[in-house]
């Protein structure tokens, strides 16, 4: 059986593990949060190396990106140094590739459309996912000054935020990661923030952890594509009024994993380290994949089942046959 374990620097509360039998192969997938103990991390990452076939980093990106630039975090790369043999990812791969087809299968199904207000609440770790909502026409305001650095300045375009990337990037990337980003038990915490630039948009999108801590309690109506969510979570958008939630990684044992696990678990499969697998190669595996996004009416709490929007594991016909966790 292969082996996936994410080191995250999230909670430790949001563990998750289940097996995935996937292409004829069984697989193990882990999530560990180290609650925002970078040390802690450090020393996992190095006991896991060579024992398992990939290690996710979670809560944490190793690369952001905007337009053909893309910029390393000093954090990020410690930890990924950590480990010699193993694959490191931080699903940076599979979120430029994956989520640029998701909000194509959106707008095919009308969820997505031209003009539609979108809130994008960090953009520079889904460039993929920020050029996809232009391409469809919609109105899109990304939160990067807001809610990653506390600046009240949204950004209403792309070459705006690529002229913003190039200056503060390079000085955002060398600066400890929890100084700009909710790790541990500050994830846990909400402090409502712009509740105006959520109030405006019919699709709030991006990261979860972004979207809970600064959402404001009135979302109703509303769309959220993100990744990642629990069952509590979902509860917690169902009280804030969300209409529907769209999960960009599929349901696995009652949740969805983070990109980092999903990349992990191709890059195990493949047999080849991140940085050998080509665009064209990372498209053919997720087409094997049969990945669909998870589209969910969190009012009923009922998740479609069949076409595009099905739950992969509940599905034998699917390339995803979900085990029980211990």
């Given at each position: 059986m292969k082996r996936v374990v994410s080191i995250s620097l999230g909670s430790s509360k949001r563990d998750h593990q289940a097996e995935v039998e996937v292409l004829g192969k069984k697989v193990r997938l882990e999530r560990r949060g180290m609650d925002g103990d970078y040390g802690r991390a450090i020393e996992m990452i190095r006991a896991l190396d060579g024992q398992v076939d990939a290690i996710g980093l979670g809560g944490i990106d190793l690369y952001l990106r905007a337009g053909n630039r893309r910029y390393t975090l000093r954090d990020g790369r410690r930890l990924a140094q950590a480990a010699r043999q193993s694959p490191v990812v931080d699903g940076s791969n599979l979120k430029d590739h994956w989520e640029r087809q998701v909000v194509e299968t959106l707008a095919a199904d009308g969820l997505i459309r031209p003009g539609q207000r979108v809130l994008l609440v960090c953009a520079v770790d889904r460039y993929g996912l920020a050029e996809a909502f232009f391409r469809q026409g919609c109105q899109v305001t990304f939160g990067d000054l807001m809610f990653g650095c506390g600046l009240p300045l949204p950004i209403r375009s792309l070459q705006a935020l690529n002229h913003f990337s190039r200056v503060i990037i390079p000085v955002i990337s060398q600066l400890?990661?929890?100084?700009?980003?909710?790790?541990?038990?500050?994830?846990?915490?909400?402090?409502?923030?712009?509740?105006?630039?959520?109030?405006?948009?019919?699709?709030?999108?991006?990261?979860?952890?972004?979207?809970?801590?600064?959402?404001?309690?009135?979302?109703?109506?509303?769309?959220?594509?993100?990744?990642?969510?629990?069952?509590?979570?979902?509860?917690?958008?169902?009280?804030?009024?969300?209409?529907?939630?769209?999960?960009?990684?599929?349901?696995?044992?009652?949740?969805?994993?983070?990109?980092?696990?999903?990349?992990?678990?191709?890059?195990?499969?493949?047999?080849?380290?991140?940085?050998?697998?080509?665009?064209?190669?990372?498209?053919?595996?997720?087409?094997?994949?049969?990945?669909?996004?998870?589209?969910?009416?969190?009012?009923?709490?009922?998740?479609?089942?069949?076409?595009?929007?099905?739950?992969?594991?509940?599905?034998?016909?699917?390339?995803?046959?979900?085990?029980?966790?211990?």
């Open positions: 400890p990661f929890h100084w700009i980003y909710p790790t541990g038990s500050r994830q846990e915490q909400m402090k409502p923030r712009f509740p105006h630039v959520f109030r405006e948009a019919e699709v709030v999108a991006g990261d979860f952890h972004f979207i809970r801590r600064y959402m404001p309690a009135d979302m109703r109506g509303k769309i959220v594509l993100t990744n990642t969510v629990t069952d509590a979570d979902v509860l917690l958008l169902r009280e804030r009024g969300v209409d529907t939630l769209v999960t960009t990684t599929p349901e696995l044992s009652g949740r969805s994993f983070g990109t980092n696990v999903m990349e992990g678990l191709l890059v195990a499969l493949a047999e080849r380290r991140p940085e050998e697998i080509t665009p064209e190669e990372y498209r053919h595996w997720l087409a094997r994949f049969g990945f669909q996004p998870r589209v969910e009416k969190v009012s009923s709490r009922q998740t479609t089942a069949g076409g595009r929007h099905e739950t992969l594991c509940l599905h034998h016909s699917s390339p995803y046959r979900c085990g029980h966790s211990p």
